[in-house]
């Protein structure tokens, strides 16, 4: 037989559960663990859904691999319609043929293997082992029986029936003489049954008159009353209280609103303002002119210092060159141009030229006391040997051992690359490649390199006329060429010194002719003879910065004038507008701020008073309109109850009767609706008896009418003491209807029932009747007796026979997961499971069988049932926390029989949500070596 098991299930889509999905299956044991709500429950539907799709559910959606009969196939499930390929193949049926109905027996629970005892299997096999029929029900049902059939209760009841023919006979004289007395009897039951039709009407009768009399109390009552008590409602008291207390509230909120517009008057009048207040634009306006102004006057005060501050320097630089020249000839000068410009080109010129002579110094200064005695050249040569002697190796012999030490480590590694190319990864061959260029690279060294080259460069050295180092050693050498490269510096300096010789002396011939131009000056603006070229300069400079410092200050004072005009239009436009306002006007931004902030908190108590008075006005008006409705519908009130208005007292002694009146009231309108049901009731009764009502009628007026209506009339107003003396009358003929209707229905059934008993055609019919009943059971009891014998006979032949292959499946799987401890049994007289103990040769019930060896039993038959269901492939079973309740002893015997059945090529499915569970497993299934696939649901839907 073909086995299918799943290896991965995808559940896509599933009620209150999200995407997930279980891979790597084990054809035999599969344990699934997780918590309650981890998807344990749904991953069962998922598989049963995907064997039988239209048990799924609606929204269903799953995929899942399997293998059957050793092919890989999928099945795909979506709403209740699954999809299988198998083989490549796709079909739209599934390849097992188990019937939905049977799909329950894939799913075991502990409960069902403890709690059941197999009976329905057990009766199915003897069934089966009779031949596929149920030969006792049959028997029963036809009424076969083993003892022959004996008509003794027959016999009786012919003798019987032969008695009653001839008792019947003499009784049908008696019944003539009995049937006489009921005319007499009759007619006394006729006329009780007047006297109690007349005893409903009189009754009726009476209980109007009572409910008359209590209408005319009730009616006394409610008359004792004010009339104005009609005019009342329920709530007047309610409504009088709040029209009281809403006239009340009404006052005090208009004089409340009338003391705040007086207040809010005052307050108006007391802010001085016109009568259309301030526009908040005014203020605005106001204080945007401040800022500016205070702006304005921040801004003048900071050019006022500054203009200080040049004026200032303007006097130091006059000072200075007052000191030297006579103030009519400064102004002469300072009036010429021309005259100061030629005295700045001066100023700029020598300026230039001492700026020249002290570059020239600090090049004398940096070039210093140098040696001249070596060439630059010769020492720069001698520097280049030096250091080619130090970049040459010292031995060729040790070089060589180097070389070839390099390279034997470069071909190791480049071979030690490629293996680890060829056996672990194809990109540390790049070892190899380093390793044979850095080979390479040493081996043309080592050809480039030749013997005794420090030995010609130190021969070229003594050449030149430079002097060589102490000791022809590295550090001898390092030491001479750091000497020889400060050498070559001061040499480089003192060359670029002497290149600037022409220039020196261009510098001189610079100086002389400016040394003229200033006498030359001196003697035409008549300064002093004593003032030399140096002070000239400064003369000139002063000269420049007393001009400087003037047209500084004029710009200063500008600047200063329109700052002073800007702020007079602030102020000028500050109080223009408080000038609209009666307000003296701000002579500066301190007493400005001061009038805008006290205009402004005026405006604000103008604009809220005058909102107060709004506002007191409307309230004012309210209550005004509410006091005339309130009063208007106090007077509407007072007027219903006809009072006087504001009669209070009245009122409330009126409502104080009230309840009284109303409870009057309601007492007057139920006795009124009892009198009127008491009067339909009687004229329905007058008029369902109206025989007896024109009998009474007659009989007491000796008038001979006979209209119900006129009747009906008298009884309503007859006094109640004659209606209960006819009532007490009619009650004696009344009270003899009872013996004369018993005397009569006795004699009538007694008549009745001779009259049965005495009917002689059937008696005699009954008679023949019973004496064919007696000849018919005769023959059925013949052939039950022969039904009865044949299947006994057949019953037992069969059980003879053999069992049903179902059984002998059953016991094959009971004795393999027992290891043959114990064989199955059948008992067919009880129609139950039995195990017979191998070891022992004893036959055992299942209540005599341990809680294990009882479970191994009835799983054997559940699963050999499973078997007997499938057509060609063995489904997945599922268990259902088997181990829940169960000790270690019935956990290990579960677990055994479980893994047994697994060797048969089925797929398990163990479900459960204890980790104790799950170590039971993983501990015996290890040791047996069998297959299994842990699942935990909590790390595949990532739980925690």
């Not at 008057?265 to 634009?281: E, H």
């Not at 070229?460 to 490269?485: A, C, N, Y």
């Not at 002497?498 to 001189?508: A, G, M, T, V, Y």
């Not at 009731?681 to 009628?697: E, P």
Request: hydrophobic share 40%; net charge negative; with cysteine.
């Amino acid at each position: 037989m073909n086995a299918w098991w799943f290896t991965r299930l995808d559940i896509e889509r599933m009620p209150g559960c999200d995407r997930f999905t279980l891979d790597g299956l084990s054809s035999g044991i599969n344990i699934i663990s997780g918590p309650n709500a981890s998807g344990k429950s749904t991953t069962a539907r998922a598989i049963t859904g995907l064997l039988w799709p239209s048990k799924a559910g609606s929204e269903d959606e799953a995929t899942a691999s399997f293998y059957l009969d050793g092919c890989e196939c999928r099945v795909v499930l979506h709403k209740r319609r699954g999809s299988y390929i198998i083989g490549g193949t796709e079909e739209a049926s599934c390849p097992h043929t188990v019937p939905e109905e049977r799909m329950q027996a894939y799913t075991l629970a502990l409960p069902d293997l403890i709690n059941s005892d197999n009976a329905e299997f057990a009766r199915a096999i003897h069934q089966a082992a009779s031949g596929g029929y149920d030969l006792d029900s049959a028997a029963a049902a036809l009424q076969y029986r083993s003892d022959p059939y004996k008509p003794t209760n027959h016999k009786n009841e012919l003798k019987k029936h032969s008695d009653t023919v001839e008792t019947i006979r003499k009784a049908e004289g008696e019944l003539n003489n009995r049937e006489s007395s009921l005319e007499r009897l009759r007619a006394r039951r006729a006329q009780a049954d007047m006297a109690i039709s007349q005893l409903k009407i009189l009754n009726e009768a009476l209980e109007c008159a009572a409910r008359s009399a209590e209408m005319l109390d009730a009616e006394a009552a409610l008359d004792r009353f004010d009339a104005r008590m009609d005019n009342l409602l329920p709530n007047d008291a309610e409504t009088l209280q709040r029209l009281k207390t809403q006239h009340a509230e009404l006052f005090k909120k208009k004089s409340e609103a009338v003391d705040a517009f007086h207040s809010a008057r005052r307050q108006l009048n007391s802010c001085a303002l016109p009568i259309g207040g301030v526009p908040g634009s005014h203020i605005n306006e106001l204080n945007s002119h401040h800022a500016e102004w205070q702006r304005l006057a921040m801004q003048l005060k900071q050019e006022q210092s500054n203009l200080a501050s040049v004026e200032g320097r303007q006097r130091n630089a006059l000072q200075s060159i007052a000191d030297e020249i006579d103030e009519s000839r400064l102004s002469s000068i300072v009036d010429s141009p021309e005259v100061v410009q030629e005295l700045l080109d001066y100023a700029q010129e020598a300026t230039q030229l001492n700026a020249d002579y002290d570059a020239q110094s600090a090049v004398k200064s940096w070039v210093g006391d140098t040696d001249t005695s070596t060439n630059l050249y010769k020492a720069r040569d001698a520097l280049f040997l030096l250091m080619q002697w130090l970049s040459r190796p010292e031995s060729t012999t040790r070089q060589h051992g180097i070389h070839w030490l390099v390279a034997s480590a470069c071909g190791g590694a480049a071979c030690l690359g490629v293996a680890l190319a060829l056996l672990v990864n194809p990109g540390l061959c790049v070892i190899s490649l380093i390793s044979v260029a850095i080979m390479l690279i040493f081996l043309m060294r080592r050809g480039s390199s030749k013997p005794g080259e420090r030995e010609s460069i130190k021969l070229s050295f003594t050449e030149l006329p430079v002097q060589g180092p102490k000791t022809w050693t590295e550090d001898s050498v390092r030491e001479r060429i750091t000497e020889l490269q400060t050498l070559c510096t001061k040499l480089e300096r003192f060359t670029y010194w002497q290149s600037l010789d022409p220039k020196l002396r261009e510098l001189d011939e610079c100086k002389k002719a400016l040394d003229q131009r200033a006498r030359d000056l001196l003697a035409r603006f008549g300064i002093a003879p004593s003032i030399d070229r140096v002070d000239l300069i400064i003369f000139a400079e002063a000269i420049n910065r007393w001009l400087a410092a003037g047209d500084e200050a004029e710009g200063q004072r500008e600047r200063c004038k329109r700052i002073e005009q800007d702020a007079f239009t602030c102020k000028n436009a500050i109080n223009e507008i408080l000038a609209r306002y009666n307000i003296d006007p701000a002579d500066n931004p301190a007493a400005a701020l001061a009038t805008i902030r006290d205009l402004d908190q005026r405006k604000q108590a103008f604009d809220k008073a005058r909102s107060d008075i709004r506002r007191a006005v409307a309230v004012i008006g309210e209550a005004r309109k509410g006091i005339f409705r309130s009063d208007t519908e106090r007077d509407a009130f007072y007027n219903r109850i006809g009072t006087v208005v504001d009669d209070e007292v009245t009122v409330t002694n009126l409502l104080t009767d009230l309840a009284a009146f109303t409870t009057a009231k309601e007492t007057l309108r139920n006795r009124q609706a009892v009198l009127a049901s008491c009067e339909r009731r009687l004229s329905d009764t007058a008029s369902l008896f109206s025989d007896a009502a024109i009998d009474w009628y007659q009989s007491n007026t000796n008038s001979a009418s006979d209209n119900i209506s006129q009747i009906i009339s008298l009884l309503r107003i007859s006094p109640a003491s004659d209606i209960q003396s006819q009532i007490d009358n009619l009650q004696i003929i009344a009270n003899q209807r009872s013996d004369a209707h018993d005397a009569i229905l006795k004699i009538e059934t007694e008549v009745e029932m001779e009259r049965q008993s005495c009917d002689l055609a059937n008696a005699i019919s009954d008679l023949e009747t019973c004496r064919d009943v007696l000849r018919n059971e005769r023959s059925k009891g013949y052939a039950a007796a022969a039904g009865w014998a044949l299947a006994d006979y057949v019953k037992r032949e069969a059980e003879r026979a053999s069992l049903p292959a179902v059984f002998n499946r059953a016991g094959e799987l009971f004795a393999e997961i027992t290891n043959n401890d114990y064989k199955l049994d059948f008992d067919h007289r009880k129609v139950a499971f039995r195990a017979v103990d191998t070891r022992r040769n004893r036959s055992l019930t299942l209540d005599e069988l341990s809680s294990g060896t009882r479970i191994q039993l009835l799983l054997a038959v559940r699963v050999a049932f499973v078997e007997q269901q499938e057509q060609g492939v063995k489904l997945p079973i599922i268990l259902d926390e088997t181990l829940a309740t169960s000790d270690d002893d019935r956990a290990d015997k579960i677990i055994q029989a479980v893994t047994a059945l697994t060797r048969t090529g089925r797929q398990v499915f163990y479900f459960t949500a204890q980790p104790h569970e799950v170590e039971k497993w993983r501990s015996h299934l290890s040791e047996c070596g069998a297959g299994f696939h842990c699942a935990d649901m909590s790390e595949i839907r990532q739980l925690n």
